[in-house]
């Protein structure tokens, strides 16, 4: 999506990538970063119309005592079906997208010139028209399977069903403009990351 003055970068990867760690390094430059995830908390507070919908299609289990959604109950349906998956991101995806545009342009009317937004599936979410450009957090899928299944103390085949349900990481790096190999080192990665820095951003958009 053109924009006049600033540049919005689509921050993408496959889960267990470590894409909150790369947005990390953008903060500490005081480039402000979208979460797409942290939106779509924000769409299904508790009483919301959203919430209310997702209740009605896959039932009141999918709710915790206080109202709030219980996002590990509705994560377990959707990964094993595709066709729940599609029926909540009905749901979510317009909400995503009216918060994300108003948390952009708020962005920008506080002087940034450079924004990133943060989305897991960007690419599938068919949200790319509200990214100026597209990164991509890429990882070994070895190690991709071994940091999923310690981050939720998961199995082996728990993690390799979730990881199936995603777009293949091999695929989704065809869309980056840049592609950051987070295979290594929080070290290494960082070294990654300030070369692209200096590279990328040396348009007066820092």
């Known amino acids: ?11 993408t990867g496959g889960i267990a990538s470590g894409k909150s ?4 390094f953008f903060e500490e430059r005081g480039v402000p970063v979208i979460d797409a995830d942290q939106l779509a908390r924000i769409a299904v507070m508790p009483g919301s119309p959203a919430v209310e919908r997702i209740a009605a299609i896959f039932g009141n289990e999918v709710l915790a005592a206080d109202g709030s959604l219980d996002r ?29 545009e108003a948390d952009i342009a708020a962005a920008a009317a506080d002087g940034h010139r450079l924004i990133v937004y943060m989305a897991p599936i960007l690419i599938e979410a068919g949200a790319t028209d509200r990214v100026d450009e597209i990164w991509v957090v890429t990882v070994r899928p070895d190690i991709q399977l ?6 939720d103390g998961i199995s082996r085949e728990e993690a ?9 990481l091999a695929e989704k790096e065809l869309y980056g403009k840049v592609v950051i190999d987070n295979s290594g080192t929080a070290e290494q990665t960082r070294r990654i990351l300030e070369d692209i820095w200096e590279r990328e951003t040396g348009n007066g958009y820092e």
């Not at 999506?1 to 921050?11: D, E, P, S």
């Not at 760690?21 to 990390?24: D, E, G, K, P």
């Open 1 to 11: 999506m053109a924009r006049k003055h600033i540049r919005v970068i689509g921050l």
């Open 21 to 24: 760690s790369i947005a990390r």
């Open 72 to 100: 590990k109950q509705l994560g377990s349906m959707v990964f094993a079906s595709a066709a729940k998956r599609h029926q909540l991101e009905e749901i979510l995806h317009p909400e995503i997208r009216r918060l994300s």
């Open 146 to 151: 071994e940091r999923l299944m310690r981050r």
């Open 160 to 168: 390799l069903k979730m990881i199936a349900s995603q777009m293949p």
